[in-house]
Every structure is written in structure tokens, then in C-alpha cells.
């Protein structure tokens, strides 16, 4: 969708007007129900904060330039490595490191949020079916 204005960064010295509300994390999991498609619901800098649900295996792929911060909010994700797994919680987060191969995986449903600069794909250097489009309609 179009960006709304307080939703762009502002320029050197600019000042504007603040759209003030919270962000409902719960609510924005609750408007969707689709696997594997990330939704941006804010920006910070250069940053994106999304929601997904995920469910089942994903697909191995790597970063080459960007970290990339998972942070469980309902459900148990499990994060493959290729050196072990890492499993968490809600209130749980990890970090992959850039370039570190990683695979998501979840037995039920998992509520999570990422936190990765703009125009970073879901599915890294692997690409395929599950590659996400950019979905900026619940900003
Ligand atoms: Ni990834």
C-alpha cells in the first residue's frame, strides 16, 4: 500500500506530525492467517518490524548481508542450524548471524516477529515457492 507520511523517514531537519497509537501486536497476528508471508506493522531507520505465522518446515537459505531477529510471540519455533537448533518460545528471540545458514521449522502454528533492514527476502539466496512479496498493507 502507500506509504502514509509519518510512515517515511523523515528527511535532515525535517519535523512533522505523529501518529500516535500503539501497535497491537496480538491484533495484527489476528487479521491474517497465511503461513510464511511476513507483514510489516513498523519501521525504525532503515528497519522493518514484521509478523508472520509460520507453520512446518521453511527453506535453507542464508543472508549474505544482514543479521536477521526472530522473536517468538505464541508457539514454539524452532530455528535449524547447520551446527544445531535453536528452540523459542514466546518471549523468546534469537539472532542469525548474516551469512549463517538457518531453516525455521514449527510443529503447530508460531506468532513471531522479525526485525531486519528493508527489502531483506524472507527466503535470502535460496529463493522458490516461498518466497514472500513485500506486504506493507497493515503499516
Ligand atoms: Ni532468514
Not at 519501521?43 to 543479521?67: A, C, M, P, Q, S
Not at 517468538?72 to 539472532?95: C, K, M, S, W
Request: proline share 4%.
Amino acid at each position: 500500500g502507500e506509504r502514509a507520511a509519518w510512515a517515511r523517514a523523515a528527511a535532515p531537519g525535517e519535523t512533522r506530525d505523529v501518529a500516535h497509537g500503539a501497535v497491537d501486536i496480538t491484533q495484527k497476528l489476528a487479521s491474517f492467517s497465511g503461513h510464511w508471508s511476513p507483514k510489516v506493522v513498523a519501521r525504525l531507520n532503515d528497519y522493518e518490524i514484521k509478523v508472520v505465522k509460520v507453520k512446518g518446515e521453511f527453506v535453507w537459505h542464508t543472508h549474505d548481508n544482514t543479521d536477521e531477529l526472530f522473536i517468538a510471540v505464541a508457539g514454539e519455533l524452532t530455528i535449524q542450524l547447520r551446527d544445531g537448533n535453536v528452540r523459542l518460545g514466546p518471549g523468546q528471540l534469537f539472532v542469525v548471524p548474516r551469512g549463517v545458514e538457518h531453516c525455521p521449522v514449527a510443529e503447530g502454528e508460531v506468532h513471531a516477529l522479525l526485525i531486519e533492514p528493508t527489502g531483506v527476502v524472507n527466503t535470502g539466496d535460496a529463493g522458490g515457492a516461498l518466497t514472500a512479496s513485500y506486504d506493507d498493507s497493515l503499516v
